[in-house]
């Protein structure tokens, strides 16, 4: 059972045009290296905030056209009737995550994102809300579209669930559960029941 459901933000509940690819380019982040980790591992500080400076540009251009995906609001108005607790854990900055939620509407009280706690996979983030909601990691859905929101998931002990927008990815096997859209998550929850938190 179900006791509350935690989404990743970009891809999972709202669009992201995101070309990691340039981004990387220009910081000179080598392709087969993860973004945050490399600016975390920059020695000179300016270097380091000059990279910072360059994905905020390109988040918060990428926040104002982000709109939210297919089955948004339905899967989130029940997931409020069913007074579930939920929340959102993002490697997005603060102030690009924040105008996503608002231009969408997206009330959720607890959202956390890199300036929070170390960047999925790292598991602290869902850590936190699992203690702050006292609610045990195994009775906790994790929702994403990146094989970092699975291993968050499955470092955290999880339900990790994957949406793969209709596309097989190598690694989507890690999951708990996968499904192509939101709607479908909504049929599961629907079926499979979940447990409102006391």
Same mark, same amino acid.
């Given at each position: ?8 933000? @970009? ?49 918060? &251009? ?28 993002? &490697? ?35 850590? !936190?809300?699992? @203690? ?12 994403? @579209? ?50 409102? !938190?006391?």
């Amino acid at each position: 059972m179900i006791h509350g459901i935690i989404f990743d933000l @970009d891809g999972t509940l709202v669009e992201s045009s995101l070309d990691f690819a340039l981004i990387k380019q220009q910081i000179g982040c080598p392709t087969d290296q993860d973004l945050l980790t490399f600016i975390d591992q920059l020695n000179c500080p300016i270097t380091q905030q000059r990279a910072n400076d360059i994905v905020l540009e390109h988040e918060n &251009r990428d926040a104002n056209t982000a709109k939210a995906l297919t089955g948004m609001v339905e899967l989130l108005n029940y997931i409020n009737r069913q007074n579930l607790p939920c929340a959102i854990v993002t &490697r997005n900055s603060k102030t690009a995550s924040e105008m996503k939620l608002k231009q969408n509407n997206i009330n959720i009280d607890i959202v956390l994102t890199r300036e929070c706690y170390p960047a999925k996979p790292a598991p602290d983030a869902l850590n !936190a809300i699992a @203690d702050q909601w006292q609610i045990h990691p195994k009775n906790l859905i994790y929702v994403g @579209d990146y094989l970092y929101d699975i291993q968050a998931a499955n470092n955290a002990g999880m339900i990790a669930c994957f949406i793969n927008h209709g596309i097989d990815t190598h690694y989507q096997h890690l999951a708990d559960v996968i499904v192509k859209s939101l709607a479908e998550l909504l049929t599961i929850l629907k079926k499979h029941g979940i447990k409102k !938190a006391l």
